[in-house]
């Protein structure tokens, strides 16, 4: 009797602290940090007004490089490193295009200045695009946190998971379909193009050349023609006129349903930032690290040596 009310007592015990772990192990919060570093948000709202104040496309910069942080192996941080050959930032789509670092590590100086080995890389670049977009007029999102940073990094992980601006309606609905989203969710993700800038070699070639590309490929003109600084609807009103700046932009609108859809979003943009906003919530979800996976990177450059 004695014995079998400890088997089963111990079984309620061993079972609860399974629970209990599995509950909380690895599990990601809107409030991860508010005992360990209540100064982050703060520090990330100043630091990213400081950036957009010196120069608006920053916040586009900023969207893009989590963009491209989430697609390839989950938002890591993996984006940013740079101390090893052949990492993501060397791929085709990233190497001399991706901006935005400096205002990670000034955000990261000013963290680590304050709550010391806490706080990942990969939060942060999610917390600033979101900072950044909401201070463009954008719409804000559900944001947990607790990623964790990964050790990793690779070319060609990158050039094998992102998108290129030459793509077909096939090949972009597929590269999406890979990290599980929809057409829908293609056309709503696309709509970033409503703020920053291109380099003009990536321009359609199907498109009458604008006059500030036409001396210079290497020159930048905007995605969105009417409002780049702004985070609103006008690319899909661009798009209906088949003024897309890339390619991928314009194929969007060959596909009877999707179509529909650009005049939807063109014309309703509570409806655009609603599903902008959930499709932001996703990607920043995408193959995340958690609990003592990976690290908190002390420089988001750099793997930690022990
Ligand atoms: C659908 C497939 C996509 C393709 C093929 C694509 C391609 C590109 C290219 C080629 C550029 C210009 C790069 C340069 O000139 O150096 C660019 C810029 C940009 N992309 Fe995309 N993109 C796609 C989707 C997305 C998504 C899903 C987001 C974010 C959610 C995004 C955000 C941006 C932003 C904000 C810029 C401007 C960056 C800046 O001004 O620094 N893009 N994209």
């Known amino acids: 009797m004695g014995s079998s009310f400890m088997t089963s007592h111990c079984f309620v015990v061993v079972t609860l602290f399974l629970l209990y772990v599995t509950a909380t192990y690895g599990?990601?919060?809107?409030?991860?940090?508010?005992?360990?570093?209540?100064?982050?948000?703060?520090?990330?709202?100043?630091?990213?007004?400081?950036a957009l104040s010196?120069?608006?496309?920053?916040?586009?910069?900023?969207?893009r490089l989590f963009f491209h942080d989430c697609f390839v192996q989950g938002c890591d941080g993996s984006v940013l490193l740079n101390d090893a050959p052949d990492s993501e930032r060397d791929a085709d789509a990233n190497a001399n295009s991706l901006r935005g670092f400096d205002v990670i590590d000034a955000i990261k100086t000013q963290v680590e200045a304050n709550c010391p080995g806490v706080v990942s890389c990969a939060d942060?670049?999610?917390?600033a695009t979101r900072e950044a977009v909401v201070e463009l007029g954008g719409p804000s999102w559900t944001l947990l946190l607790g990623r964790r940073d990964s050790t990793t990094s690779s070319k060609k992980m990158a050039e094998d998971n992102l998108p290129s601006p030459s793509s077909s309606l096939d090949e972009l609905v597929a590269a999406f379909a890979n990290k599980g989203f929809t057409p829908t969710e293609l056309v709503a993700l696309s709509g970033a193009h409503t703020i920053g800038m291109a380099?003009?070699?990536?321009?359609?070639?199907?498109?009458?050349?604008?006059?500030?590309?036409?001396?210079?490929?290497?020159?930048?003109?905007?995605?969105?023609?009417?409002?780049?600084?702004?985070?609103?609807?006008?690319?899909?009103?661009?798009?209906?006129?088949n003024q897309g700046l890339l390619h991928s932009d314009n194929v969007l609108i060959t596909d009877t349903t999707l179509n529909s859809l650009v005049r939807t979003y063109n014309s309703d943009p509570a409806?655009?930032?609603?599903?902008?906003?959930?499709?932001?919530?996703?990607?920043?979800e995408l193959g995340l690290l958690t609990g003592d996976e990976g690290q908190i990177r002390l420089n988001c450059n750099k793997v930690n040596v022990n």
Do not use: W
């Open 27 to 50: 599990q990601l919060s809107q409030n991860f940090y508010s005992e360990n570093c209540p100064v982050l948000e703060r520090i990330v709202q100043t630091e990213v007004s400081g």
């Open 54 to 63: 010196a120069e608006k496309r920053m916040g586009a910069s900023l969207l």
């Open 124 to 127: 942060i670049l999610a917390l």
């Open 199 to 241: 380099k003009c070699g990536f321009a359609d070639e199907g498109q009458v050349v604008r006059p500030e590309c036409k001396l210079d490929s290497l020159a930048t003109t905007a995605l969105d023609l009417q409002t780049p600084e702004v985070f609103d609807n006008t690319y899909y009103d661009d798009l209906m006129r």
């Open 271 to 284: 409806l655009f930032n609603a599903d902008f906003s959930a499709a932001m919530n996703k990607l920043s």
